[in-house]
């Protein structure tokens, strides 16, 4: 006997007086829930909802969100957010950060590899994450909504997992497509929220794993074939009155396949850069740009509030360290020994370059002219005013690379305005955002 026709048994009223009987009516209606509605199994209707293609989509995402998350917090490391208070402001991120390491400087394209994974994976799970989320949403329902401590605590922990994932997929997104709409936050957002969903995805792999095994072993006929007896996992997912298919369940995996492709297909090209930049129609970064300059440009001077004025002769480059100062201007840089380095820019937003030539002074050259030989630290502070982005921390394996440089030109030529001019920092496998340009102070630290 099937569940929902013995739950309709049990809930007869049986009673002959009125006032037992109508409390009958309210036990069945806390056994039962209401008569109509969600909490109904028969509400439900999709034939081709079931634990085999719940265990199909939650195969692909428990790989897939593992690599999103695995290259969300290796991008958090990236970022050098234990340079307290320069780069991260998260406030208490204290057991969170355990994991924290000095990010290496090889291979160059480091973070161009694991932040285009981490977003255009994310971008691509977009379809599969909603059909997930469908295929259990008669389990949001399930009535009684807690049955007892285990069940409860079991509920708490698909909450932290679907609003910890509908929370970092959003955030994530909106920064992505809008740029920076937390002004200072989103780090704080971003990180607090993807703990919250790790928690619940831990639970959930670890409770749901052997199920999902055994559904995928069975195959989309197992559910209906184990007859009579709880299909494995299939409590609540199978429909108990479904309606006639309009779709197969491969019907329904090709549309969430097809969907994926589609988003890879105008994504991944602004990750690769070069000519495939242009069929990224869904990234907003710019796509345009001219000259040897003809790589995407983040943040305008116009929109930093840099000017011609702020960059002209009058600009002097402040160098400090070990207690000394030096000032330089940009004559006095390019009179310096000058050297080369390919390497991109990898921005946090999942856009990146390929390489472009850069040629300047070398950061660590710098730091001897103040005497400061292996520099700690550095701390790259931009002229400008606007915005959220002032300054940026680099860490003494960063700063002591011989391919990080003050660069002075580009592709064989002096930087653009937009691009940084008259000077910005170009570190190896660093995520763009400590690229700075329109660098006015760089401070070396030094070990005591
Ligand atoms: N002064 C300053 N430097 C900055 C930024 C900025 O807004 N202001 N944006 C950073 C970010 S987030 C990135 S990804 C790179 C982008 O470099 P691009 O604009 O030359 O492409 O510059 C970095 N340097
Ligand atoms: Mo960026």
Known sequence: MDEHTDRTRRSAPVGPEGSSSRQDG????????????????KFWRSPIRGPWTTSVLGAVLLVGLTLVAVTGLLSYAAYN????????????KGLLGFYLFAWPTDPPWLYRLTQGVHVTL???????????LWSVIPLFFAWPPVRSVAHALERLSLLCLVGGALFVFATGLLNVQLEYVFPGSFYVLHFYGSWVFLGGFA????TKAPTMVRALREGPAGAKESGGGAPSGGAGLLSPDPAPATLS??????MVGLGSLALLAVTVGQSIGGPLRSTAVLAPRGRSGAGPGDFPVNNTAARAGVGEDDVGAGWRLTVRGGGRE????????????????????ACVEGWSTQNQDWSGVRLADLAGLVGVWGPTAVVVESLQRGGSFTSAGLRANQVGDPRSLLALRVNGADLSLDHGYPARVIVPASP???NTKWVGRLTFGESP
């Open 26 to 41: 309210l036990r069945a209606f806390l056994r039962d829930g209401p008569p109509l509605g969600p909490t109904r199994p």
């Open 81 to 92: 957010p234990d340079l307290t208070p320069v780069n991260d402001k998260t406030p208490d």
């Open 122 to 132: 994310g971008i691509v799970l977009v379809p599969v994450l909603l059909a997930k």
């Open 203 to 206: 639970v959930h792999v670890a």
């Open 249 to 254: 369940r491969g019907g329904l995996l090709g």
């Open 326 to 345: 030096a000032v330089l201007s940009r004559e006095d840089l390019l009179a310096l020994p000058q050297h080369d380095a390919a390497l991109p820019i």
């Open 432 to 434: 763009g955002v400590h």
